[in-house]
């Protein structure tokens, strides 16, 4: 009996917290907004059309494009997605976009929401549609992130769209004191046609990086004051994964990278 009480007050308490996260959220300050794609990325041509047969696919949708790229110094992150609805599951799993960041010390800015119809856009970037959740993940193990969750529903899709948005981030942790580590796939669970991961730091800072069960090297490029290290990858076939593959094993093609400031350990 002691038992199924404490386990009724920790349930109850665990309610409380995240109905206080609910409502914490729903009146937290603006911190999205709009704005132009950086000039420091790096931007590749729009993909329309796509090698990989629908068939080839789970979820009923794929990526034709992904592109994440950082800048070091302005410690901003970009992204930019193109992913293709290929059934009515996909216009199920894929009508909403989720976008998470830390506004303690974390900036959204959403770039672009376009779907291309028949090959036209239709502009879907409506600030007033976003709404900011407080998602605690984990909750149940009472740790808190406060991290926020932009949603944004995407009406009127339709099998045969293609979704194309872009956002990026501005700022990092200061306890990490200007120090830069990410970790990124090159290849994933569904094939995708074109990937572009590019990383920009001041030339006199060297990027450390580690591959992970792939062969592929970045072209490092360094002008006017600053190294690039970009990794362009077209044609990614589908990572096979065995279902017998343990909980703590990535199998997974990527790298993991990290910089310190010169001078710093």
């Known amino acids: 009996m002691a038992h199924f009480y404490k386990q009724t007050f920790r349930t109850l ?30 931007q590749i041509p729009l993909r329309l059309q796509t090698n990989v047969a629908p068939e080839d696919v789970n979820d009923g949708y794929h990526y034709l494009q992904r592109s994440i790229q950082w800048e070091v110094a302005r ?16 216009v199920q799993n894929s009508s909403e976009l989720q976008l998470s960041f830390d506004p303690n010390h974390e900036k959204l800015y959403l770039h672009k929401v376009t779907v291309w119809r028949n090959g036209k856009p239709i502009d879907k970037l409506d600030l007033s549609k976003v709404k900011v959740i407080q998602r605690e993940q984990g909750l149940e193990q009472r740790i808190f ?14 099998v045969g769209d293609l979704v194309e948005y872009a956002w990026s981030i501005k700022g990092r942790n200061p306890v990490f004191e200007g120090k830069f580590f990410a970790s990124f796939y090159l ?21 450390h990086y580690k591959l992970h069960k792939t062969e592929h090297k970045p072209t490092v490029v360094t002008a006017n004051g600053n190294t690039s290290y970009t990794w362009h990858l077209t044609n990614l076939p589908a990572t096979t994964v065995d279902s017998d ?21």
């Open 187 to 207: 290849q994933f669970y569904d094939p995708v046609d074109e990937l572009l991961v590019h990383i920009l730091m001041p030339e006199q800072r060297k990027l």
């Open 245 to 265: 593959v343990p909980g703590w094993y990535d199998p997974y093609p990527g790298a993991w990278s990290q910089n310190t400031i010169p001078g710093k350990k």
């Open 13 to 42: 308490c665990l309610s409380a917290i995240f109905l206080f996260c609910q409502l914490a959220a729903s009146a937290a300050p603006k911190t999205i907004s709009t704005a132009p794609i950086p000039s420091w990325t790096k």
């Open 75 to 90: 410690e901003e992150a970009y992204f930019h997605n193109t992913y293709k609805i290929t059934t009515e599951e996909g």
């Open 145 to 158: 992130d406060e991290s926020l969750t932009a949603l944004l529903v995407l009406e009127d899709i339709r």
